[in-house]
């Protein structure tokens, strides 16, 4: 007995031994990335469990409990001789120890001690993983093999090559405490016996290291050539290669497979991720993250569906190297097949990206195969990212949602109920943007021109310029199952199309909820509200003061509006405006005067178009009260119940009720823009009386440039409905009307002077007779004619009362 107590002391010692050795190389060598450390209670005592045994892991533990400010785990606990112990088994040097189930000694001391003192003891374990590499589980070369973080349970010898290989990409994950006193105390309901309750703990434990390394690492792969070979043998792509009137359909749907996955690479991920860095580091001045606490409070536990905006070719690796670099799995990213170049296509697989085709409805096969991938990702487990606008916006504003990939995601969710998905709206808002030029030129009439080679090489000399900050702002995830419902309401293709595209609208309006409010925004907002692109620099100041101030009393009150906000004032934003080039400034003894060119002018639409859902409300009571010498707040409620609903569908704007009307009211009122005329005879209820302020004071011209923010959007509303009106019911059908609405708005737009291409973009027009058509508020006839019937008219009526006369005479002159 002596003998091996003897024994046991030795190994203690040379253990520890090693350990102090390996935390000094540690401390020398490594820099691990910290994770999870906001899910640490203050002031409480942990007690750290690692789930492989390895000293290095120790090490690197303890380096990041110092860094931390915790107990260290080499420290002795109030009942055990130690802060920490290992879930595994220990492990030989060339061999990884597998399957063993031994209980750890510590977990068996801290629960007798709570099952003997169950009133004192308050125990919390803190699972805690420690990630050598952010890689794919299956490589097919042997040096990326022994370099990368795997599902295995590793030797000594791997980890030693891990310390050396790879010690710049260490990841400390913390998980979520767990009262261990409190999980006892539910396992006594379930079991009575000691063991019983051991291996609950053991289970809960390893569980939860396995959602850390699937939310790290994603799922356990298999062999890619064993995915495609699965999906081609699936049911749904054996019918379709059965009805297939192709020749070789097998071969075809191999073929499909194989242009369409991805083949993600560890080493390509990771050159991919230090190129990026440095490019980030050239051009842009920094990238702000906000919401990263949504995914990861769902990364665990479900499928995520990334559904971000797209406004640059730049959002296809943005999104990706923010969630590498922040511990996350790095997601599978929809792509078009125009990016399926030589060279770029071939990276951008490597990296993540699978390829589909724009339009696949004439070829059964390959829309059966594409699906099947689709579907076999989610239910594995796979991130995934797409843009739910299908291409990029060219106007700043958010496209009408595509449900193709939507509608894939729900029927994946419905035949596998069992595996939850949640969607992450995801806002992404640059400074300024990289296609600037070639947006400008699309939208005044030319061709886009399909991406190549040649383009990325031209583009090198992009990283001379400076492109100012890009902000990422994470949504509210929507748990797609709950979302649903019952499966019952699934059941016909026209019930998912209509949930589709009510699960696709309600993406766009959580993606506006977090929109970043950045310097160019509020330039841009104030700029282009004035007659001819300038305005003095003490009223362009006191404006973004305002805007900003504005915007916080929104966010204040309503709980969806959760914006961010540049930390600089108003002379801090003309500031960095002008350093990046956009602003224009000439200087006068009375004061400068800040302008716009005309390429800056048309392209500044777009930035402001990126946040103009913010002010949309403000602007639009604005409208309503600015040139009147006083409102009722009934006569504005019912203006606003009138224009909002179309105003809310262009622009992706959740809808309104009487107390978010009270709120901007009373936002108004405290900005100094709205005077509530008697409060003490008028404090509450529809007849409350709101007038603008004294004409020619600072706040009626603040009112003013307010107003015009939303004034173009009603100008073309009333193109519409002026046109149509003067027309008569039953007369044109909509192309016809669509098109007449185009050549006025063009016009209009030369006569004065509106730099804004978006005033006659075709899919606006289209979208607000969608929506005039949904409402009711228009019909076709048997032949196809739009008859409408005194709503029309009326409203027309009251745009008299804010729309320009001289514009409403431009417009219904224009017979053709």
């Known amino acids: 007995m002596k003998i091996f107590t003897k024994v046991f002391r030795i190994r203690s010692t040379l253990f520890y031994l090693r350990f102090a050795i390996t935390r000094k190389l540690t401390t020398w060598w490594t820099r691990p990335n910290i994770l999870g450390a906001e899910r640490l209670l203050p002031d409480t005592d942990y007690c750290y469990v690692l789930n492989e045994h390895s ?306 409805r004439d070829d059964p096969l390959y829309a059966a195969v594409f699906k099947e991938y689709f579907t076999q990702l989610l239910i594995r487990g796979y991130a995934m990212k797409y843009f739910i606008e299908g291409g990029r916006t060219r106007t700043g504003r958010l496209l009408p949602a595509k449900t193709g990939l939507l509608k894939m995601t729900v029927a994946a969710q419905t035949e596998h109920p069992e595996k939850p998905i949640v969607l992450v709206p995801v806002y992404i808002g640059y400074e300024k943007l990289i296609e600037a030029n070639s947006y400008l030129k699309e939208l005044r009439g030319e061709r886009k021109t399909r991406e190549s080679i040649g383009d990325l090489i031209r583009n090198i000399r992009l990283i001379r310029q400076k492109f100012g900050k890009v902000y990422v702002n994470f949504g509210s995830p929507i748990h797609l199952r709950n979302y649903l419902g019952e499966k019952s309401i699934m059941d016909s293709d026209n019930t998912r199309e209509a949930v589709s595209t009510s699960l696709g609208r309600e993406i766009l309006v959580r993606i506006n909820a977090v929109s970043a409010i950045n310097p160019v925004n509020l330039v841009a907002m104030v700029t282009l509200c004035t007659p001819k692109l300038a305005i003095d620099e003490h009223m362009l100041i006191s404006q973004i003061d305002l805007y900003v101030s504005l915007l916080g009393r929104i966010c204040s009150e309503n709980n969806f509006a959760d914006y961010s906000f540049t930390e600089l004032d108003g002379a801090a934003c ?156 039953g007369v044109l059908d909509l192309d016809s009307l669509e098109e007449k609405c185009i050549k006025v708005a063009e016009r209009i737009s030369r006569l004065y002077g509106l730099n804004a291409p978006e005033f006659f973009d075709r899919r606006l027009f289209h979208g607000f007779l969608d929506a005039l058509l949904k409402t009711g508020a228009i019909s076709e006839d048997s032949r196809g004619r739009l008859a409408f019937d005194e709503i029309i008219p009326r409203v027309c009526l009251r745009a008299n009362r804010v729309i320009r006369k001289e514009f409403r005479y431009a417009v219904l002159r224009n017979r053709q």
Not at 106 to 129: E, G, M, R, W, Y
Not at 217 to 245: C, F, M, W, Y
Not at 272 to 280: E, G, I, N, T, V
Not at 667 to 676: F, H, N, T
């Open 55 to 360: 000293i290095t892991d120790l090490a690197i533990l303890d380096q990041s409990c110092t860094q931390l400010g915790l107990a260290k785990p080499s420290e002795p606990m109030a009942m055990l001789k130690f802060h920490y112990f290992f879930l595994s088994p220990r492990k030989t040097l060339f061999r990884s120890a597998k399957g063993a189930r031994a209980h750890p000694k510590s977990l068996v001391q801290l629960t007798d001690f709570i099952l003997n003192t169950p009133d004192k003891a308050q125990i919390n374990l803190l699972p805690v993983s420690i990630f050598w590499s952010h890689a794919p589980d299956k490589e097919r070369s042997l040096f990326k093999l022994l370099f990368s973080e795997r599902w295995r349970v590793t030797s000594r010898l791997r980890r030693l090559l891990d310390l050396l290989i790879n010690r710049k990409h260490i990841t400390v994950q913390i998980g979520n405490p767990l009262a261990l006193h409190t999980s006892i105390q539910k396992g006594l309901k379930e079991a009575v016996q000691t063991d019983l309750l051991l291996r609950r703990q053991m289970r809960i434990l390893r569980v939860r290291f396995k959602k850390h390394r699937t939310a790290f690492l994603g799922p356990d792969r298999s062999h890619r050539n064993t995915l495609l070979s699965n999906i081609t043998k699936s049911k749904s792509v054996r019918l379709a290669i059965a009805q297939s009137e192709k020749k070789n359909p097998e071969k075809l749907a191999l073929k499909y497979a194989n242009t369409i996955a991805s083949d993600i690479s560890t080493v390509n991920v990771r050159f991919l991720a230090a190129a990026l860095k440095w490019f980030w580091n050239k051009i842009y001045a920094g990238i702000e993250v906000k919401g990263l606490t949504h995914v990861s409070s769902v990364a665990e536990s479900a499928s995520i569906v990334y559904v971000p905006t797209h406004r640059s070719h730049i959002d296809y690796l943005l999104l990706g190297y923010l969630l590498y670099s922040h511990g996350l799995q790095l997601p599978h990213v929809a792509a078009g097949d125009n990016l399926n170049i030589p060279i770029i296509g071939g990276v951008l697989r490597r990296g993540g990206a699978f390829y589909m085709r724009r339009s696949f």
């Open 574 to 729: 003309i500031e960095h405006v002008e350093a990046l080039g956009m602003l224009r400034r000439e200087r006068y003894e009375a004061g400068d005067i800040l302008h716009l060119d005309n390429f800056s002018g048309a392209l500044f639409t777009w930035y402001r178009n990126n946040i103009l859902h913010t002010l949309a409300l403000p602007a639009l009571v604005a409208c309503f009260v600015v040139d009147r010498h006083h409102l009722s707040v009934k006569n504005i409620s019912d203006m606003i119940e009138t224009v909002y609903p179309y105003l809310a569908q262009e622009l992706n704007m959740p809808p309104v009720d009487n107390s978010h009307l009270d709120h901007c009211l009373s936002s108004l009122c405290e900005s100094g823009l709205l005077r509530l005329l008697d409060p003490d005879a008028n404090s509450s209820g529809e007849q409350r009386v709101y007038a603008p302020p004294e004409p020619h004071s600072q706040n009626y011209y603040q009112l003013d440039l307010l107003s015009r923010l939303i004034m173009q959007t009603l100008e073309r509303f009333y193109i519409v409905i002026g046109l149509l009106n003067q027309a008569g019911s």
